[in-house]
């Protein structure tokens, strides 16, 4: 998780929704990306779970840009992907070949703890009382979204107990 | 808020989607590589990318720039006869460690001296993934795969101090712990006038050992700006790629302040000093019929 020349003192509330889009935005082609990577790997169950992910980072993206559309109408956007990196999106590392529905929730779930925690530290930088609200409203989402993980990850049985070292091909002579 | 981008990282996603395995460090080299192009801000059709054989090899084949999978090791010719041939476009060449240090390892010297304007960014992974574990030349020793069942008794290819040693102008190093920072070198890399080359230890999830790992990495990881090292300094740098394998330095190793001459200008000025006497090109064919 990290940012790039982003003057949070001087953030307006504009830019600060066009980054919030923008970390949603990032987060669901995440999710997709690992969708597409465990239907690629034959694990159906956990692709479902992220696809199921993206779903949810889009509406959020949606319901961010439709306030950005009526507050700002279609006022350029002068912020760009190239200043967030893995604010709400799973780590790249974070998939495996195989994993259960278990391991994609808890993927899942460390995502939006790590946006928790970015909207948390960028919160004491705000200076715009507007921006600052909006950054106290994505924090607390993020903790709705935590739980709402969490009571899924609930609903499961125990993993089946083996571990990604089962499925790892052993060194064989060529 | 300053600076708006033309090109969006996304602009440079092909369809195509990547088969490496879940959790492959190369997922986060073609994010860092797409983000680092949209700061150029180069359209896609001035890029070429061209790749050897390998896991990581298949990286342009996910980009929407000029693409070759080429033959095994043999990114770099390839690379250069392209910038040779249309020297206004962007030239990336991509690979994996086996592909740049072993299979292509004799070619890396003559693109370093001649200066060539490329980008080399090598994801070493310290094995043969797609081959399914063998010993690469960047495998600690002692390190146990198919192919060495007893451990390897080879020393590693150093490729921070090899490429240093031929004397490369721009040697940096990255990792997938970092997207931010690997994606800045990547910008600084192909902003360098001149031969550049980056390696970026990306993890194979599937033989890579342990401490190979993205938790292992980012126990051993620190940047070279933290250890106030000198970019400008190369025999500094040369003192710190040491280092390889044991620690990991995360940064510009070496930028020459004072870059020379590309191959490519040398080429220019030559074509510009013969030319001045030569025959217009629609009479060249003259030089080789006998009046």
């Known amino acids: ?174 | 808020m300053s600076a708006t981008c033309e090109y969006q990282a996304k602009d440079y996603k092909s369809d195509l989607k990547p088969i490496w395995c879940p959790g492959c460090g190369d997922y986060s080299v073609v994010q860092g590589i797409y983000r680092a192009l949209a700061a150029i801000g180069r359209p896609p059709h001035e890029i070429a990318f061209v790749s050897g054989i390998g896991c990581s090899s298949r990286i342009p084949g996910y980009t929407t720039a000029y693409g070759f999978n080429s033959v095994h090791g043999r990114s770099l010719p390839i690379a250069q006869g392209i910038k040779l041939a249309n020297p206004d476009l962007l030239v990336l060449a991509a690979g994996g460690d086996g592909d740049g240090f072993s299979i292509g390892g004799g070619h890396i010297a003559h693109l370093i001296r001649r200066n060539m304007d490329i980008t080399y960014i090598v994801m070493d992974n310290q094995i043969y993934g797609l081959t399914k574990g063998q010993l690469s030349p960047t495998s600690q020793k002692g390190r146990v795969t198919c192919t060495s069942r007893y451990g390897s008794m080879e020393n590693p290819v150093n490729p921070l101090l090899y490429t240093l040693a031929y004397g490369a102008g721009f040697v940096a190093q990255a990792s997938p712990t970092d997207l931010a920072g690997m994606s800045a070198i990547i910008e600084e890399a192909i902003r360098y006038p001149g031969f550049a080359f980056v390696n970026i230890q990306s993890p194979c999830v599937t033989y890579g050992e342990e401490a190979q790992q993205i938790k292992g990495l980012k126990a051993i990881q620190g940047t070279l700006a933290s250890l106030g090292h000198n970019p400008a300094d190369r025999l500094a740098a040369m003192d710190l790629a040491q280092h390889y394998g044991s620690k990991l330095h995360l940064g510009v190793f070496y930028r020459n302040p004072e870059p020379p001459p590309t191959y490519g200008d040398l080429v220019k000025e030559r074509q510009a000093l013969l030319s001045k006497d030569a025959l217009p090109k629609e009479r060249i064919l003259d030089l080789f019929i006998k009046k």
């Open chain 1, 1 to 174: 998780m990290a940012t790039r020349g982003i003057d949070f003192a001087n953030l307006s509330l504009m830019d600060a929704l066009d980054l919030a889009i923008l970390i949603e935005e990032e987060a669901e082609e995440r999710y997709l990306d690992f969708a597409a990577q465990m239907e690629q790997h034959r694990t159906p169950e956990a692709a479902r779970f992220f696809r199921f992910m993206a779903s949810n980072e889009a509406k959020h993206g949606l319901e961010l840009s439709a306030r950005r559309a009526e507050r700002f109408s279609d006022a350029p956007r002068v912020v760009n992907r190239s200043m967030i990196f893995d604010i709400e999106a799973p780590d790249f590392d974070a998939a495996r070949a195989f994993m259960s529905p278990r391991k994609a929730m808890e993927a899942a779930l460390a995502s939006e703890v790590k946006a928790h925690a970015f909207f948390v530290a960028a919160l004491p930088a705000l200076r715009d009382a507007d921006v600052r609200a909006l950054f106290e409203e994505l924090r607390n989402e993020e903790v709705e979204h935590q739980e709402l993980v969490q009571l899924e990850l609930d609903k499961l049985p125990p993993d089946s107990g083996l571990s990604d070292d089962d499925f790892v091909d052993e060194p064989s002579a060529q």
